[in-house]
């Protein structure tokens, strides 16, 4: 089963770092771009840092300076390093990917999937 794992999420007082982890498993995968969003009641999410396997990274401005996406192309890996909190930065935060999956010898197929999230909470 094909499935993202999510770790790194946690308390952290503001100003202070969290670095968050994310890795798809279960599947022969290459990928396209990862990315970390705000998950919000009701299915809405926002971005929060993208990157692609050409290391071409967005963000979204609150974030900027602040956050750094890095990505791991064989291992399938995203990480997201989270400096200089604040508290506004509280949310559950989600692991997006998408790539090519390697079915078998002949068939590739695209896949899209979402982690379940992991919270953060800035609070001191």
């Known amino acids: 089963q094909v499935q993202l794992v999510e770790s790194g999420g946690g308390l952290v007082q503001p100003g202070g770092s969290l670095r968050l982890s994310c890795a798809v498993t279960?599947?022969?995968?290459?990928?396209?771009?990862m990315g970390w969003y705000l998950q919000y009641p009701g299915k809405q999410r926002d971005l929060v840092a993208t990157?692609?396997?050409?290391?071409?990274?967005n963000y979204a401005d609150s974030v900027k300076g602040r956050f750094t996406i890095s990505t791991d192309n064989a291992k399938n890996s995203v990480d997201l390093q989270m400096n200089t909190l604040k508290p506004e930065d509280t949310a559950v935060y989600c692991c997006?990917?998408?790539?090519?999956?390697?079915?078998?010898?002949?068939?590739?197929?695209?896949?899209?999937?979402w982690g379940q999230g992991t919270l953060v909470t800035v609070y001191a």
């Open positions: 990157i692609t396997h050409t290391r071409k990274t």
């Open positions: 997006h990917a998408e790539g090519i999956e390697a079915v078998k010898a002949d068939t590739d197929r695209y896949l899209e999937i």
């Open positions: 279960g599947s022969n995968f290459s990928m396209y771009a």
